[in-house]
């Protein structure tokens, strides 16, 4: 054997051993994608078991159940609107005559309830029926205050027990009404709106929107800040609108100039309309921005005014 002969099988034994191992490597690469795509088809856990234990590892995934979807009442239904309807047909309704269409729906709405025995002239004319509040004593158990309001301008009010299904969907009045107090008034806490707003172009802005908004005369669009989309009442309520008094919450309102771009105020707008029926006495809460030179409004409503924010 001749001494080249000798050093090139070496060489060709390297190359074998080279190509013996490249083509397990790509073996393994076809194993990887196989396994990939497998695990992709399968879903997303066993795509992250196929990354971590690496080809020769598959993750079986669980074969998948189909569930059926139910939507289920969470909020507790507020039984005011079924008592106070309850309450307008008890009051209207007689036990000397159950064959009547208040009767009926008396009973259709509390079966076990009696209904009251009453002459036909023993109290004046009822003229409406409000729920006034209503408190959830415990689980589907309802107490509701009900106002009754008399031709004669006498009031009265009834607590109603109503009960609720577990799913709040229906009720029913569970025993005859209770005479009872009224609910008290409420202490009324000082306006936050403290700082008067003179005559100026915050005032006179407030004016002509509003006198747009209420009457018609112009275009509400002119005073809405960009991007502000709101609609005038329609058909227009009232013949003409005035301003009384503008109230705000920022010293920044009082100022005789437009402020810098962006600074918003907010409003309380004391007005007093007009139709052919009378004056009306009005208020509107309202939110403006300036932008060169003007205020545009930014919102209309009243909400719960907090003083803040950027002034």
């Given at each position: 054997?001749?001494?080249?002969?000798?050093a090139t099988e070496p060489e060709a034994a390297?190359?074998?051993?080279?190509?013996?191992?490249?083509?397990?490597?790509?073996?393994?690469?076809?194993?990887?994608?196989?396994?990939?795509?497998?695990?992709?088809?399968?879903?997303?856990?066993?795509?992250?078991?196929?990354?971590?234990?690496?080809?020769?590892?598959?993750?079986?995934?669980?074969?998948?159940?189909?569930?059926?979807?139910?939507?289920?009442?969470?909020?507790?239904?507020?039984?005011?609107?079924?008592?106070?309807?309850?309450?307008?047909?008890?009051?209207?309704?007689?036990?000397?005559?159950?064959?009547?269409?208040?009767?009926?729906?008396?009973?259709?709405?509390?079966?076990?309830?009696?209904?009251?025995?009453?002459?036909?002239?023993?109290?004046?004319?009822?003229?409406?029926?409000?729920?006034?509040?209503?408190?959830?004593?415990?689980?589907?158990?309802?107490?509701?205050?009900?106002?009754?309001?008399?031709?004669?301008?006498?009031?009265?009010?009834?607590?109603?027990?109503?009960?609720?299904?577990?799913?709040?969907?229906?009720?029913?009045?569970?025993?005859?009404?209770?005479?009872?107090?009224?609910?008290?008034?409420?202490?009324?806490?000082?306006?936050?709106?403290?700082?008067?707003?003179?005559?100026?172009?915050?005032?006179?802005?407030?004016?002509?929107?509003?006198?747009?908004?209420?009457?018609?005369?112009?275009?509400?669009?002119?005073?809405?800040?960009?991007?502000?989309?709101?609609?005038?009442?329609?058909?227009?309520?009232?013949?003409?609108?005035?301003?009384?008094?503008?109230?705000?919450?920022?010293?920044?309102?009082?100022?005789?100039?437009?402020?810098?771009?962006?600074?918003?105020?907010?409003?309380?707008?004391?007005?007093?309309?007009?139709?052919?029926?009378?004056?009306?006495?009005?208020?509107?809460?309202?939110?403006?921005?300036?932008?060169?030179?003007?205020?545009?409004?930014?919102?209309?409503?009243?909400?719960?005014?907090?003083?803040?924010?950027?002034?």
């Open positions: 054997m001749s001494p080249g002969k000798q390297a190359v074998v051993v080279a190509g013996v191992r490249l083509e397990k490597m790509r073996r393994r690469v076809r194993l990887s994608r196989l396994v990939l795509f497998t695990a992709i088809a399968a879903g997303p856990v066993a795509l992250g078991a196929a990354v971590v234990s690496g080809p020769t590892t598959v993750a079986a995934t669980p074969k998948s159940t189909p569930t059926t979807m139910r939507t289920t009442a969470t909020a507790a239904a507020d039984p005011s609107g079924y008592a106070q309807l309850f309450v307008g047909a008890w009051l209207r309704s007689s036990a000397d005559d159950t064959a009547t269409a208040q009767a009926r729906l008396a009973q259709s709405l509390a079966p076990d309830v009696e209904l009251p025995d009453r002459a036909a002239d023993a109290h004046a004319r009822l003229e409406s029926v409000t729920a006034v509040r209503s408190a959830q004593h415990e689980a589907g158990r309802w107490w509701v205050t009900v106002a009754a309001q008399y031709a004669d301008a006498s009031m009265r009010y009834f607590a109603v027990p109503v009960a609720s299904s577990d799913d709040g969907g229906s009720f029913t009045v569970t025993e005859v009404p209770s005479v009872v107090a009224g609910p008290g008034r409420a202490e009324v806490t000082k306006s936050p709106y403290g700082v008067r707003v003179p005559e100026g172009k915050l005032s006179s802005t407030v004016g002509q929107f509003l006198g747009a908004y209420l009457t018609g005369a112009g275009e509400v669009e002119r005073y809405l800040a960009p991007g502000v989309k709101l609609s005038a009442v329609s058909p227009a309520p009232y013949s003409a609108v005035t301003v009384r008094q503008v109230l705000a919450l920022e010293e920044t309102a009082a100022g005789e100039k437009v402020p810098d771009d962006g600074i918003t105020v907010r409003v309380l707008a004391q007005a007093e309309a007009r139709d052919a029926a009378g004056r009306w006495p009005l208020a509107y809460e309202m939110e403006l921005t300036a932008r060169s030179g003007r205020w545009d409004v930014v919102a209309l409503g009243f909400g719960s005014a907090k003083k803040g924010g950027r002034s």
